[in-house]
């Protein structure tokens, strides 16, 4: 597998016949799926397609919403579809980590955004002198002012919430961001800046990126390769130029074909 003109010979995380399950129901299927350091790598489709589950299925947080999970999702070589949780939350804090889609909701409401930094840095055996470091070098990252560790969630922006989700991915140094519509609960001029955020830190520190979305305007930007996905299923696997250029499945040219062109009117 060849990023950005290097070659990389073994993926940060394996997938392998992975189902996700309500009941007797199956919501999501991947049948494969390798990423690698530095590489994006975008799961797009329409509401219901399976996206979102297949995602909370690679990090290994499908149980949590009453799915069964089978198969094998290898992160750093660890099966999270059976990681006992002690083995998971040591994954989640410095391989993987989510960026969701409505970031203040995602943070402790009763907790300043400081005493919620350090505490995740804490968990992962950072404290005292370096977590204080990591955090100011990663909020200067990403263009947060210190002040802002004093403040309620509440007392945020979402643009701002969004941005400090970011940061404690920084300052806990993962391997790879999976973000779930990261952009969708915010004004459409920050959506460009935490695009440009979540590329700029992807490039400089050779991170991996899961991403999430319905808007393939957005994927266009970011991702290095594209896995359609249509009522649980994958319909089509490919680099970004092959599925948005030259898509193999209808579908593909259906949800391309609803991409809005402007100067362009019905």
């Known amino acids: 597998m060849t990023v950005d003109g290097v070659t990389v010979t073994s993926p940060l995380i394996s997938v392998r016949d992975m189902r996700v399950t309500y009941g007797d129901r199956l919501v999501s299927h991947v049948p494969e799926l390798d ?3 530095g590489e994006c790598v975008a799961l797009v489709g329409e509401s219901g397609s399976g996206k979102t589950s297949a995602l909370l299925a690679i990090l290994g947080l499908g149980d949590f919403s009453g799915a069964t999970v089978t198969g094998t999702v290898l992160i750093n070589g660890v ?3 059976d990681a006992p949780q002690a083995q998971l939350r040591r994954v989640h804090g410095t391989a993987i980590t989510l960026v969701s889609q409505s970031p203040q909701a995602a943070l402790n409401p009763t907790m300043r955004l400081g005493r919620l930094a350090k505490l995740s840095l804490k968990q992962h055996g ?11 070098d990663a909020l200067a990252r990403v263009v947060l002012p210190d002040e802002i560790l004093k403040r309620y969630p509440h007392e945020v922006s979402g ?14 140094q993962v391997q790879c961001i999976a973000a779930d519509e990261p952009t ?6 920050v959506q460009a800046e935490i695009l440009r955020l979540l590329d700029e830190l992807r490039r400089e520190r050779n991170m991996a990126m899961v991403l999430v979305s319905h808007d393939l305007a957005l994927v266009s930007t970011l991702a290095d ?10 319909v089509e696997v490919g680099s970004r130029d092959e599925v948005l250029h030259s898509p193999k ?5 259906e949800l391309l074909a609803a991409v809005p062109v402007l100067g362009v009117t019905s």
């Open 35 to 37: 990423v690698y350091e």
């Open 249 to 253: 499945s209808d579908y593909t040219r």
């Open 225 to 234: 390769r594209i896995v359609v996905m249509k009522d649980g299923a994958v």
């Open 79 to 81: 099966n999270v579809v």
């Open 126 to 136: 950072v404290r005292g002198h370096e977590a204080n470091v990591r955090i100011a």
């Open 159 to 172: 643009g701002q919430a969004q941005r400090f989700c970011i940061a404690l991915a920084v300052a806990l």
């Open 184 to 189: 969708s609960a915010l004004d459409v001029t």
